[in-house]
């Protein structure tokens, strides 16, 4: 392969794009909530809290009878239920307010109260009185997701929960707990941060092939080995050179996707759209090659440099030549090559649509 004499040119992350809502977690363990109401959706925003760890607190002058039984088997922060309406000093201290009402008086009065207070309210079905929403919930916790349309289409967020459900395997849960179990227990190994960010690859890769597979201390320890057994390479940078194929995003390979959600710096030639780069994390340093400088040495100094580097171009770009790999395997540097997909026109019969028909 022959290198390319390019220009390097810094290139910007795209800006992110309007966002009706701001997604956010409320970290509720052991802080205290207040529902105001008795029906069956403030028992169900009650439940939804308890869930989180929060302490409820349930004002309702006629609580309906899921109420009561769900504060008797809470499922994990107490619910406390009080038989009267409620009054402002209630929210005193509260993390969190949801109230039930059905009419916007009662809720206009609520969430005044609320935001007197400094408590971030909710109204439920009365958008106008909100300041954040509830999406449907995908719950591998702690893996979470949620799907928010701004209350324009709750049937299609919940078409969405129903498919990502089907995606993501139940085994996540235990998977995404090992990760929380074991954050705080690897920067103890002596691992460095390129170490630690190789076990997490080493990780999730495992999780993704085989979910089903609960995670255990024998799993952390070979890991840890294995990447202990690279020594200082391991902080060493990498070199993955992907092939965009012709350029549609919808071609990429996983692999291309794994690598470009992984790179410290992505370089990239000219006819690769950039819809294929929207496939980086944000953090990743965009450059665009231009005519002009030498690509290989610009790509073998970043990755002297610890750089995670994913070079993205098209099929008839020569990226590294022959010495140029040879000078990256004396220096321990690892080069992958992600091929793309080549596409090639089919052509139907004369006639098909009538065997078709």
Known sequence: MNARAETTHAVL???M??????????????KRAVVAGGTAAAAWKAELLSACGATVDVYAAAPCEELRALADAPPSGDIRVTPRNWTAEDLAGAAIAIGAFDNDGDAGAFAAAARAAGVPVNVIDRPAFCDFSFGAIVNRSPLVIGI????????FAQALRARIEALL????????????RWRTLLKTTGLGFAGRRMFWQLFTARAVNDPDHAPTSRDFARWVAEVET?????ERGTITVVDAGPGDPELLTLRAVRALQSADVILFGAGVPPAVLDFARREAGRVALRSGDDVAARTLDLARNGKRVVHVARSDVD???DADLAACAAEGIRVTVVPGVTVKPVRAPYGWWRAAG
């Open 13 to 15: 992350p795209p800006r």
């Open 17 to 30: 794009g309007a966002l009706t809502r701001l997604p956010v977690f409320f970290a509720l363990r052991r």
């Open 148 to 155: 928010s349309t701004d209350g324009a289409a709750p049937v």
């Open 169 to 180: 395997p139940q085994g996540f849960t235990v998977w995404a707990a090992a990760a929380s």
């Open 230 to 234: 690279l020594g200082s390479t391991v």
């Open 319 to 321: 990226v590294l030549s």
